[in-house]
């Protein structure tokens, strides 16, 4: 037994070491969650160097569901440089700091365009905060794009979620979820689809792509494609790590995590109508597997409800959260996006 908990010290002992300036330990995206993770990231951290123009670094790729560590913990694994640079979650580090939801509260980013304008405005506020709580700073912020809703019960507008177990991922959308009747069931992404199929959620929301990817339309009937959020992430590094570097090595790093998530955002554009058309049965479908769930139009009423849920729902919701860890919180978003509440 003595010498059981010696050795697992030590293997403790030898994660907690910084890395070497020429590796860095970098815990990516879960493979389940399918393409991005698969033709983008994951090649970018493979060929680190050129990628980013440091000769001599590598990166010791890994996503996050192979590492045995729970996505939720994210920015405390930053924090403590058990990993120099880690694909975060946004949304499921959020409890530990709440300010990032100001990024995509439900109904704030419809399209990509006001995404992208979303993210330039507060990102900042974002960065600030991550590098004074949790010694990590922001290289980049993306999307996986429109979160959209899958049930196998028969559904024709958000009204009939009332009485509904739906997955959600964040705190934001489980409130929106709750006005409308359903009731909110926090999943991680590698265990929605059994539980979907176990009947422990009637529904759940993700991108189209990652549900094709992960094999959702085998165990739904129906797609209703309204756009709750963008289901932004990012990228983060911790300090120590990042200040190890000279202002040129900076400089380079900086450069290539904005070409990576400018190529992120123009590929998961690209993904969502094809993954729309996959999941349904309509063509062209050339990135998925083929289904044939029902499509649901969503309805005036619908629109109407995800269109003004910034005033009447998210924003309210998550300023009294924010604000009690964060004072300030919500006026740093308003000041920064130029919206009033």
Known sequence: MIRTIATCAAALAVLAVPASAETLRVMGQPVATGLIQKNVEQ????????????????????????????????????????????????????????????????????????????VEAFAPVVDARLQEKF??????????????????????????????????YDQNLAEFVSLVGGTPVPLGFPEVQQSLARGVVDCAITGPSSANSAGWPEVTSYTLPIAFQLAMNGYGINLDTWNKMTPDQQEKLEAGFDKLSDKIWAYSEELFDDAVNCNTGAEPCETGTSYDLKLVEPTAADKELVGTAVPNVSFPAWKEVCDATNPGCSEAWTAATGQSM
């Open 135 to 168: 010694n990590t700073k922001l290289l980049g912020v993306w999307p996986f794009g429109p979160q959209v809703l899958f049930c196998e019960p028969e559904i024709a507008s958000l009204a009939d979620l009332k009485g509904l177990k739906v997955r959600v």
């Open 43 to 118: 090649p970018f951290f493979e060929n680190f160097a050129e990628e980013t123009g440091l000769e001599g670094f590598t990166a010791d790729y890994q996503p996050v569901d192979v590492t045995g560590i729970k996505d939720t913990e994210q920015l405390r694994i930053l924090k403590d440089g058990l990993f120099d640079i880690v694909s975060l979650r946004l949304s499921q580090v959020s409890r530990d700091e709440p300010t990032i939801l100001g990024l995509d509260l439900v109904g704030l980013n419809p399209d990509y365009e006001t995404g992208k304008m979303t």
